[in-house]
Structure formats: structure tokens, C-alpha cells
Nanobody, 124 residues
Framework: QVQLVESGGGLVQAGGSLRLSCAAS????????MGWFRQAPGKEREFVSG????????VYVDSVKGRFTISRDNAKNTVYLQIDSLKPEDTAIYYC?????????????????WGHGTQVTVSS
């Protein structure tokens, strides 16, 4: 029912910034939590950040706290991930996903719609 398209990835030098966008279509996602995940080569997909239905609650994995900021614009049916002070270890494909509930949880099993990802590559 919901299609997600990520954009904004690219090749950036360490210390640079990117803003990822996730545009939802087909159905509104304003009543549901949203999450960002990433998967680096040779590693399993990991939770990066999440935001609840109205943006009042956000959560981040420890490795990105202070550098990443998740936000959403429900009028545009879009969620964002502002990434600052990029590090080489941030290199991964970044995926957005829609939660099955209004809140936000780090467990991937409660996210029922996924985008196809956008590549973030950080060079030294």
C-alpha cells in the first residue's frame, strides 16, 4: 500500500554532510513511526534512527548521536535524515521504513514497508 523512495545519498568526504529524504506515496504515513536503517558491505542491516508519528520522540543508535538528526514533514508525507560530520564508517546503503505502530522501536520486525535504499559513501 505504501511506496517509499529514498534520495539524497552520494559520495562525500569525511566531515561533510548529507540530507537524506524518504518520500512516501500511496498512503499517508502521518499516523505511524518511521525509521532509518543502514547496511554496510559484509554487515547486517542495523537500526540508525527512528521518529514517532508526530515527531515528538526520536531515537538514535549511539554511534550517530550528535551527528544525525531525524525529522518529518507529515504534510509532505516525507521523513528526513540530516547527516553531519560524516565518517568513513557511515558508508552504507540507507533505507527508510514505515512502522506498524505510532511509536518508534529499534527492532526491524515492526517495520512493514521498506524503500530500496540510497547509497552513502564517505571518503577519507
Amino acid at each position: 500500500q505504501v511506496q517509499l523512495v529514498e534520495s539524497g545519498g552520494g559520495l562525500v568526504q569525511a566531515g561533510g554532510s548529507l540530507r537524506l529524504s524518504c518520500a512516501a506515496s500511496g498512503r499517508t504515513v502521518s499516523n505511524y513511526g518511521m525509521g532509518w536503517f543502514r547496511q554496510a558491505p559484509g554487515k547486517e542491516r542495523e537500526f540508525v534512527s527512528g521518529i514517532n508519528w508526530n515527531g515528538g520522540m526520536t531515537v538514535y543508535v549511539d554511534s550517530v548521536k550528535g551527528r544525525f538528526t531525524i525529522s518529518r514533514d507529515n504534510a509532505k508525507n516525507t521523513v528526513y535524515l540530516q547527516i553531519d560530520s560524516l565518517k568513513p564508517e557511515d558508508t552504507a546503503i540507507y533505507y527508510c521504513a514505515v512502522s506498524s505502530v505510532m511509536g518508534v522501536l529499534p527492532r526491524p520486525d515492526i517495520y512493514n514497508y521498506w524503500g530500496h535504499g540510497t547509497q552513502v559513501t564517505v571518503s577519507s
